[in-house]
């Protein structure tokens, strides 16, 4: 074997060589960047599903809360004046205290109505958004000091919508009318709904704004529950329960609130 021969199997070695480490390191370099985006999805989904669990947490023990505060009305209002009634009725001249038996049994009535009505509206199911939001705006008033107003031009339409759409868009706005009257400490609160104007996507705007005491808000921090529920505090959970029903129509959310200077919130359904 001459020199040359030894060179040219030495350069064939070589090359095999450069050529196995290039396709080891494609692979590797390959493996590498899928198991890190693998690793990516997976963080995501287990930060997901840790909200999701956080958030069921929170739903379940608001749904108690509010199972608690009907039993309360129940016995401290309604059961009390149909006791404090029996007694008017089964005294000796019940005659005379019939009429003041009479008007605690309709103030009971309305009272067992307005809570059925928040339970579950009897006209929720209807494709008629307008006059659904105007009852909820009529029966929160009549529990709470602060003014509401709707603003909804007759034109306005709201065909797009299903029913699941309507649902979800009114418990939306029952929600931030809640979060008005519970935390706001407002006078006077507004909702606002039109379709698009000239140069805005199409499809439907709702806006609950308020004159109340707002909060620091930033939407980057609102970003995860875990670090909403540190930053906001549990008082302002209602926005992450708005947010949730958004994101299952479909639609967007935004807040823009300061301290000492109210609170609006923004919902914008499109046209599918």
Same mark, same amino acid.
Request: aromatic share 10%; charged share 25%; net charge negative.
């Given at each position: =074997?001459?020199?040359?021969?030894?060179?040219? $199997?030495?350069?064939?070695?070589?090359?095999?060589?450069?050529?196995?480490?290039?396709?080891?390191?494609?692979?590797?370099?390959?493996?590498?960047?899928? +198991?890190?985006?693998?690793?990516?999805?997976?963080?995501?989904?287990?930060?997901?599903?840790?909200?999701?669990?956080?958030?069921?947490?929170?739903?379940?023990?608001?749904?108690?809360? $509010?199972?608690?505060?009907?039993?309360?009305?129940?016995?401290?209002?309604?059961?009390?004046?149909?006791?404090?009634?029996?007694?008017?009725?089964?005294?000796?001249? #019940?005659?005379?205290?019939?009429?003041?038996?009479?008007?605690?049994?309709?103030?009971?009535?309305?009272?067992?109505?307005?809570?059925?009505? /928040?339970? +579950?509206?009897?006209?929720?199911?209807?494709?008629?958004?307008?006059? !659904?939001?105007? /009852?909820?705006?009529?029966?929160?008033?009549?529990?709470?000091?602060?003014?509401?107003?709707?603003? =909804?031009?007759?034109?306005?339409?709201?065909?797009?919508?299903?029913?699941?759409?309507?649902?979800?868009?009114?418990?939306?706005?029952?929600?931030?009318?809640? !979060?008005?009257?519970?935390?706001?400490?407002?006078?006077?609160?507004?909702?606002?709904?039109? !379709?698009?104007?000239?140069? $805005?996507?199409?499809?439907?705007?709702?806006?609950?704004?308020?004159?109340?005491?707002?909060?620091?808000?930033?939407?980057?921090?609102?970003?995860?529950?875990?670090?909403?529920?540190?930053?906001?505090?549990?008082?302002?959970?209602?926005?992450?329960?708005?947010?949730?029903? #958004?994101?299952?129509?479909?639609?967007?959310?935004?807040? +823009?609130?300061?301290?000492? $200077?109210?609170?609006?919130?923004?919902?914008?359904?499109?046209?599918?």
């Amino acid at each position: =074997m001459n020199l040359t021969q030894t060179i040219e $199997e030495l350069e064939d070695i070589i090359r095999n060589y450069i050529t196995y480490f290039i396709v080891f390191d494609i692979l590797f370099f390959a493996v590498l960047f899928v +198991s890190v985006l693998l690793l990516i999805r997976f963080l995501k989904s287990k930060k997901s599903l840790k909200d999701s669990n956080e958030y069921l947490l929170f739903t379940i023990k608001g749904q108690e809360e $509010e199972r608690a505060r009907i039993a309360r009305e129940l016995h401290d209002t309604i059961a009390q004046d149909l006791r404090y009634c029996r007694t008017l009725l089964e005294k000796k001249n #019940c005659a005379e205290n019939i009429p003041e038996a009479v008007q605690l049994l309709g103030k009971s009535l309305s009272d067992v109505r307005l809570i059925s009505y /928040n339970l +579950s509206p009897a006209d929720i199911k209807k494709k008629d958004l307008r006059a !659904n939001l105007v /009852n909820l705006c009529a029966s929160i008033a009549q529990t709470c000091d602060v003014k509401f107003r709707i603003s =909804m031009p007759d034109d306005t339409d709201t065909s797009f919508l299903n029913e699941n759409d309507i649902l979800n868009l009114y418990r939306i706005v029952q929600e931030s009318l809640t !979060n008005v009257i519970k935390h706001a400490n407002a006078d006077k609160a507004v909702i606002l709904i039109r !379709n698009s104007s000239e140069n $805005e996507e199409k499809g439907l705007y709702i806006f609950i704004s308020d004159d109340g005491c707002g909060f620091d808000y930033d939407a980057e921090q609102y970003e995860g529950f875990s670090s909403y529920k540190r930053i906001g505090g549990a008082k302002h959970f209602g926005l992450i329960g708005i947010k949730k029903r #958004c994101q299952l129509i479909g639609a967007e959310f935004s807040v +823009s609130s300061a301290p000492g $200077e109210g609170t609006q919130i923004s919902i914008f359904k499109r046209i599918n």
